[in-house]
């Protein structure tokens, strides 16, 4: 009997050093990734971050002059929870942006493609909005994909803020970028399946090639 309960006592405490292990590591391997994010993410002013906010906020101004026709009665169906990530995100951004240096031009490298890369769907959003001012101006229009990207309008900024995080090796602004794209991505969706289940759009489509 007392051999029997030795025998316990000796498994459980093997278990409990084996779990004990196991998270003295995970609090090792979170400290060194804390560490290694601190190296990485440089407090100052932004200036490539002030131009992409700039180059973000400019088109959307303008479009406040020039929504779609019927916008407000999509907006009255948009998920409250896509739009709390969505407010967040863009709140989060608008910071991070502008506080951490490491997002600036540096040096030529293998990793600076990320950032010319991010430059370049930048240049591809804005291109966006001067095909949705040109055109319309329907709802179709502004949730329309561009060069085969969905919904455009919300995609190419998403992505060109990710690449920027990941150019600047910034984990804070990347999980702010996730949170964006979470809500404005899901919701420019939501309204493309509406207008794409809408019969007056098809009809609107069809009187359109007659």
Request: proline residues 3%.
């Amino acid at each position: 009997m007392k051999t029997t309960v030795q025998k316990i006592f000796l498994v459980d405490n093997m278990e409990n050093m084996e779990l004990f292990a196991v998270l003295m590591e995970g609090i090792w391997r979170t400290a060194c990734f804390e560490r290694e994010v601190r190296k990485a993410m440089h407090i100052g002013f932004s200036y490539v971050g002030l131009l992409y906010l700039v180059l973000l906020m400019i088109p959307n101004i303008i479009w406040t002059k020039n929504q779609p026709k019927d916008y407000e009665k999509y907006v009255v169906n948009e998920n409250k929870v896509l739009l709390a990530f969505e407010r967040i995100g863009e709140v989060l951004i608008s910071c991070f942006a502008l506080i951490f240096s490491d997002l600036n031009i540096r040096p030529w490298s293998p990793w600076s493609w990320w950032l010319l890369v991010s430059f370049l769907l930048m240049i591809l959003y804005e291109l966006y909005w001067i095909r949705y001012f040109r055109s319309e101006k329907s709802m179709k229009d502004f949730y329309s994909s561009f060069l085969g990207i969905p919904v455009a309008g919300a995609t190419l900024p998403v992505l060109a803020f990710l690449l920027l995080a990941i150019y600047g090796k910034n984990i804070i602004l990347g999980i702010a970028v996730v949170l964006l794209g979470i809500g404005h991505i899901g919701i420019h969706l939501m309204h493309k399946k509406e207008i794409d289940n809408c019969p007056d759009n098809s009809a609107h489509q069809l009187h359109k090639r007659d």
